[in-house]
Nanobody
Framework: QVQLVESGGGLVQAGGSLRLSCAASGRTFVNYAMGWFRQAPGKEREFVAA????????YYTNSVKGRFTISRDNAKNTVYLQMNSLKPEDTAVYYC???????????????????WGKGTLVTVSS
């Protein structure tokens, strides 16, 4: 059974940085993509970034390009999200996700992604 456990959330001032981690277990993820979604209060869950485990190919939503960096550590089965130049509008619960289906289409729709962590809260104060 796939388990995804996030860590690294917290409170940070605008302009600051945080690094989120997602430890994955339960199977071999070589054929998976793993990534991050976020959900702000009163808003729908939205895609942030994802990485293909085998190829390292990366996909970002436009609003975080140049500020956020997704990476993976194969040995630790862990995916990271380095978040720099944080803005108050980045405040949300950040969810780690994993999916074995090819391509990126499924990542535009949360209901199409198979596995989820419980989330970690990121709060950016102004």
């Amino acid at each position: 059974q796939v388990q995804l456990v996030e860590s690294g959330g917290g409170l940070v001032q605008a302009g600051g940085s945080l690094r989120l981690s997602c430890a994955a277990s339960g199977r071999t993820f070589v054929n998976y993509a793993m990534g991050w979604f976020r959900q702000a209060p009163g808003k729908e869950r939205e895609f942030v970034a994802a990485i293909k485990w085998a190829s390292g190919n990366i996909y970002y939503t436009n609003s975080v390009k140049g500020r956020f960096t997704i990476s993976r550590d194969n040995a630790k089965n862990t995916v990271y999200l380095q978040m720099n130049s944080l803005k108050p509008e980045d405040t949300a619960v950040y969810y780690c996700a994993a999916d074995p289906k090819p391509g990126w289409n499924n990542w535009s729709t949360p209901s199409r992604v198979d596995y989820w962590g419980k989330g970690t809260l990121v709060t950016v104060s102004s």
